[in-house]
């Protein structure tokens, strides 16, 4: 089954939430402790992606791309408004507080190599390890994320269903339209383009920065884009 992985990974988010929610009762000093650890664990994970890039300049013009799009069509504004009409939905009594959670644990999941890479396997292999992989991981950082964020972590568990599932659906068709050369170089960049927006997820936690990361995710299709003209070039 293509969506499996898709689905346990969305299972596990959920799962991982409803236990963070017991645990909602930490003190505020413990939060924001917990908080800045996970920060400074983004920061790591992104640097260490980020070096991975073979063409820098690739990575530097499709974050650029990235944000001059972002920016035009609103993109971050998008997911907070689709935070907010969660929250009238659902009645939360800290307002701001369901968006918060929704689009920073949404970006949290979905930007990394795991979840392209687990949903490529999903679709040209029917293998999900590397999803079931990415599924333990991300249950154990919704329950951090939900203990400090709240029940917005949730909702997050909608757009991983929606991206991976299209990466693995697409994929069961990607060996016959993309040589593996060029797959190989495009996955390169991609991880390096999304580590640099994990190191803005981790600077944002730490309360260092304002980074509209959301808006730059359309850098990562500018940066698969121009791999793929670059090698068929």
């Not at 402790?33 to 820098?56: C, E, P, R, W, Y």
């Not at 990235?66 to 939905?89: P, Q, V, Y």
Request: aromatic share 4%.
């Amino acid at each position: 089954m293509v969506l499996l992985g898709t689905m346990v990974n969305g299972a596990a988010i959920i799962a991982g939430t409803l236990l963070g929610i017991l645990l909602r009762g930490i003190p505020e000093s413990m939060k924001n402790t917990v908080m800045h650890a996970i920060g400074l664990a983004l920061l790591v994970l992104g640097a260490q992606m980020s070096l991975k890039t073979d063409n820098f300049l690739i990575v530097l013009l499709s974050l650029v791309i990235g944000a001059l799009a972002g920016e035009a069509i609103k993109l971050e504004d998008k997911f907070t408004n689709a935070g907010l009409w969660l929250e009238k939905r659902v009645g939360s009594k800290e307002p701001g507080a369901i968006a918060q959670g929704f689009i920073t644990s949404s970006l949290v999941f979905v930007v990394g190599a795991m979840a392209i890479l687990g949903a490529l396997d999903s679709g040209m292999k029917g293998n999900h390890d590397i999803l079931y992989a990415k599924s333990v991981m991300d249950g154990f950082i919704a329950i951090v994320l939900t203990s400090t964020l709240g029940i917005g972590v949730l909702f997050s568990a909608i757009p991983i269903l929606l991206y991976q599932g299209a990466i693995a659906l697409f994929a069961t068709q990607i060996t016959r339209l993309v040589p593996d050369a060029i797959m190989d170089a495009m996955i390169t960049e991609l991880t390096a383009a999304g580590g640099i927006m994990i190191l803005g997820i981790g600077l944002n936690l730490l309360g260092i920065t304002r980074i509209k990361i959301a808006n730059l995710l359309p850098g990562l299709v500018a940066a698969a884009a121009m791999t793929a003209a670059l090698q068929v070039w």
